[in-house]
């Protein structure tokens, strides 16, 4: 893997392990509001961000390595959905009660 594809290796991997506990703090219903919106904003920035670093990543990558780049990514993207879903339903809650 070339220099710069380490390199944004790397970067990814931290904006991976930084993801799941801010997504995980919108597990609890009685979590406010406000910071469930703010973790959404955060969380959507690293998204988008890691979207980029994985464009970029793939493009280094043949063979096995894209195969299996792709296919973890698509996990990623999928707990993301799943995340920001179970967060927005969190607050639609909140304002109905």
């Not at 509001?33 to 990543?57: C, F, N, P, R, W």
């Not at 990623?76 to 879903?85: A, T, V, Y």
Request: proline share 1%; with cysteine.
């Amino acid at each position: 893997m070339a220099s710069a594809a380490k390199v944004r290796s790397k970067k990814l991997a931290a904006n991976k392990a930084s993801f799941e506990p801010i997504v995980g703090r919108t597990r609890g219903v009685s979590a406010d509001v406000g910071e469930i919106k703010e973790q959404i904003s955060l969380t959507e920035k690293i998204y988008h961000e890691s979207d980029a670093l994985q464009g970029e990543l793939l493009l280094d990558l043949d063979g096995e390595e894209r195969q299996s780049a792709v296919e973890d990514w698509s996990k990623w993207r999928k707990l993301f959905r799943q995340r920001k879903s179970r967060a927005c339903a969190i607050i639609e809650e909140a304002h109905g009660n």
